[in-house]
Each structure stands twice: as structure tokens, then as C-alpha cells.
């Protein structure tokens, strides 16, 4: 399967001349990598969204939001409509990300309407699950994974289900520097795809890319994707260094 590797910029490239310095940075170091099978993404803040979509249009890479509102429009001020965010050429949403179910109060309810709501208007989600500290202490982990996913998923058919990629971050790992063992993540992949067989079936489970998240850097990208099989992963801080994160983009596009 094609290799993604998702850059969530989150709230950074605080003025103009920052943001265009990253373009600039990137564009330069994505023309040196020969990618042969990875998709590469940057989710950018959504005001640089149209900036990063003119800027990145010829260079194959993908570009998306890291949230969208569950409705199309209306009376919802703040609020980012997907339809606009694929009006104006974005392909991808972040969907679930464990900071907006701990600053903004996501429950699993809200992350299934928003992952239909991308659907409904062909974003890809990139639909975020992990499991905290306490309960990866108390043994939960597959418990929680397993909620998080049915719930997530619920009345999403299958017709738009192959569009869909997962991304397990570990919440102890995001942000931290505190990564999980390959064989864990591998297990973990094993049972994200359990479940995915028995929502759907193992034909479109086998579509679904699977990423890891939390903490990726040029030297544990082979430990946490390459070795536990992954699809792809999710990077957070190391994406607003373009060297580092296409560093990343290259051990996992050679291996
Ligand atoms: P991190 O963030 O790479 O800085 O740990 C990952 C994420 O939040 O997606």
C-alpha cells in the first residue's frame, strides 16, 4: 500500500514571512526527495489553507485541514465548512485529533458526524484514536481503541468507508518524546484491522491505510512505522522543520 505521511502543523507559522519561510523551506527540500510511493500531506492552520493549496499545486502534495464543523453551512460562526474547504481544492481533514476531544470537548458522537460530514463532501478524514496514560495503565487500550472506532464509524457505509485513513497517536505520545514499542504499535495495527473486518470486511479493512502518531522523528520513524508495518504516520512538531520531516518522508518511502 501507498505510504501517507501527514504533517499537522497545528497552531504555528504565526505571521506571513514565518509561513512563507516554511513554503519556501519545503518546497526546496520535497524538489530533492524522490518519493515513489508516499503521499506526502500538510495540514496547515486553516487561515493559510487557500495559501498552501495555490502555493503546493504542482508538487503532488496533498493538502488538508486540521478540523471541520459537521455542517455544511449556516449559523455557526467560527466555524469551518467543509464544503468550502473542498471548494477551494483541500482534500483531507484531521479529524478527532486528541487535542480537540481534551480543549474542545470531541466525544466519539461529534468525531462521527464530522467524519461524515468529510465524507459526505469527499475529504478523506485522517480519524485520530489513541489511548491516555491512565488508560494505557489500567489495561484499557483495546477497550478504548475499539469504542473509539465503532462509535467513530457508526453509519459510515461502506461505499465511502475506503476513503478513510486511521491514525493511531498514542496520547501519551503526542507531544512528549516517550514512543511505543514496534511490537505494541504492531498490535495495535493487527487489532485496528480486526475491527475494521468486522464493521466492513476484510477487503476494504486491507484499503484502509493505518498510520502511527505521537512523537515521530527522522530517528524512531523506523521503529514506529517501518518495523511495526505501518501505512504512514502522523507528525506533528517535527513537520514545521521541512528537512526533518522529509527526512522522515524518505526512510519511509525507501523501506
Ligand atoms: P507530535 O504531535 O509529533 O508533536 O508528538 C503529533 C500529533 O499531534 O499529531
Known amino acids: 500500500m501507498k505510504k501517507y505521511i501527514v504533517g499537522n502543523l497545528k497552531m ?17 527540500e520535497f524538489k530533492k526527495n524522490n518519493l515513489s510511493d508516499s503521499q506526502v500531506i500538510l495540514c496547515p492552520p ?24 459537521i455542517e455544511d453551512r449556516g449559523s455557526f460562526t467560527g466555524e469551518t465548512s467543509p464544503v ?4 477551494i481544492g483541500g482534500e483531507f481533514s484531521i479529524i478527532g485529533h486528541s487535542e480537540r476531544r481534551k480543549y474542545f470537548g470531541e466525544t466519539d458522537q461529534i468525531v462521527n458526524e464530522k467524519i461524515k460530514a468529510a465524507l459526505r463532501n469527499n475529504l478523506r478524514p485522517i480519524f485520530c484514536i489513541g489511548e491516555s496514560e491512565e488508560e494505557r495503565k489500567n489495561d484499557l487500550t483495546f477497550n ?6 465503532r462509535e467513530g464509524l457508526a ?19 503526542v507531544g512528549t518524546d516517550d514512543i511505543p514499542e514496534s511490537d505494541s504499535i504492531m498490535e495495535i495495527k493487527i487489532l485496528i484491522r480486526k475491527i475494521l473486518t468486522e464493521i466492513y470486511n476484510n477487503e ?3 484499503k484502509i491505510p493505518i498510520l502511527y502518531g505521537g512523537s515521530v522523528k527522522s530517528k524512531s520513524a523506523v521503529q514506529v512505522c517501518v518495523n511495526p508495518g505501518m501505512d504512514g504516520v502522523l507528525v506533528g512538531r517535527e513537520s514545521l522543520i521541512p528537512v526533518e ?9 525507501k523501506s
Open 12 to 28: 504555528n507559522l504565526l505571521t506571513k514571512a514565518e509561513r512563507d519561510r516554511f513554503l519556501k523551506s519545503f518546497e526546496t
Open 46 to 69: 486553516v487561515i493559510y489553507l487557500e495559501k498552501f493549496i495555490e502555493q503546493l499545486e504542482k508538487t503532488g502534495v496533498g493538502v488538508g485541514c486540521q478540523n471541520i464543523f
Open 84 to 87: 468550502v474547504v473542498k471548494n
Open 144 to 149: 478504548v481503541l475499539e469504542k473509539q472506532l
Open 155 to 173: 453509519d459510515v457505509s461502506a461505499f465511502k468507508a475506503d476513503k478513510l485513513i486511521i491514525a493511531y497517536e498514542p496520547i501519551w505520545a
Open 204 to 206: 476494504l479493512a486491507e
Open 245 to 253: 520531516f522529509l527526512k522522515i518522508s524518505d526512510i519511509i518511502d
